[in-house]
């Protein structure tokens, strides 16, 4: 291997078009990401945080410089490339939970293996896990609207987890939750972080969230302004 890092950004530019103008949202960023890091990008709101993490998780494309994701240059895969990364090493955690409606809290969290060529044996016994880890196998056939927003929100845990992926990306995950589903949902990510090894990725303004992350990345105008280590006590998490 040619480095540590499971990602790693080159120079990465993304320009959007504003009518004749042009907006730099990512404006020469350059990071690696370890194994097993659980990171907050924070930065007011435009400075390019969500488009940071869509072009990590292989949702969009640099236009200019490079995104390194396990080995794989976001930048040349083709579509089903990209989709075939997301679906075996990604998994997404949105603040609005993203939840099919229509399907059961199983059949959510089953979802992503539908893609995975698994038996359904052994997609009950994985969603099962999951569900364990998140604390939710008695509501397994709930239908999302049953749910408070903490269950919903751990409900996409568990389906941003089924398959183990490397990485997991969290755009304001906790926006729409209270302080203590924030706090529950926060540790339920830190174990699998701890357990799994799974490197977290959050997008937040949350200073809550902001108190468990072992590493600040400040984003201002598309650049990264510090990047910082941070060593959270157990105090500071709850807020003492
Ligand atoms: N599809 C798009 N077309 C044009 N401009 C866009 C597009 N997506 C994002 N932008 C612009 O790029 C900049 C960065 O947006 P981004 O969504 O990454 O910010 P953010 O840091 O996630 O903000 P927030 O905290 O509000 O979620 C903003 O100025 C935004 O308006
Ligand atoms: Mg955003």
Same mark, same amino acid.
């Given at each position: 291997m040619e480095n540590s890092f499971l990602i790693k950004t080159k120079e990465l530019v993304k320009i959007y078009p504003i009518g004749w103008k042009k907006l730099a949202a990512l404006d020469h960023v350059?990071?690696?990401f370890e194994k097993a890091e659980f990171t907050g990008v924070v930065g007011p709101s435009g400075s390019g945080k969500t488009t940071l993490l869509n072009i990590i998780g292989s949702l969009d494309v640099p236009t200019a410089g490079s995104a390194e994701v396990l080995g794989k240059k976001v930048e040349d895969l083709s579509n089903r490339q990209a989709a075939a990364l997301r679906n075996h090493s990604i998994g997404f955690i949105f603040q609005t939970f993203n939840l099919l409606p229509v399907y059961t809290v199983f059949e959510n969290v =089953?979802?992503?293996?539908? $893609?995975l060529g698994l038996s359904a044996d052994e997609r009950k016994q994985k969603v099962r896990k999951a569900l364990e880890w998140v604390d939710l196998v008695d509501r397994a056939k709930s239908k999302p609207a049953q749910l408070s927003g903490g269950q919903c929100q751990r409900v996409a845990i568990a389906r941003a987890v089924v398959k183990k992926p490397a990485i997991i990306l969290a755009d304001e995950p906790t926006a729409n939750l209270d302080a203590e589903n924030s706090h529950n949902i926060l540790?339920?990510?830190? =174990?699998?972080?701890?357990? $799994?090894?799974?490197?977290?990725?959050?997008?937040?303004?949350?200073?809550?969230?902001?108190?468990?992350?072992?590493?600040?990345i400040t984003l201002v105008d598309g650049k990264v302004a510090k990047d910082e280590v941070m060593n959270p006590t157990k105090a500071e998490r709850k807020g003492q």
């Open positions: 350059n990071l690696g =089953e979802f992503p293996l539908l $893609l540790q339920t990510m830190e =174990e699998l972080n701890r357990e $799994l090894k799974t490197t977290f990725i959050f997008a937040t303004h949350d200073e809550k969230v902001i108190r468990y992350i072992r590493r600040k």
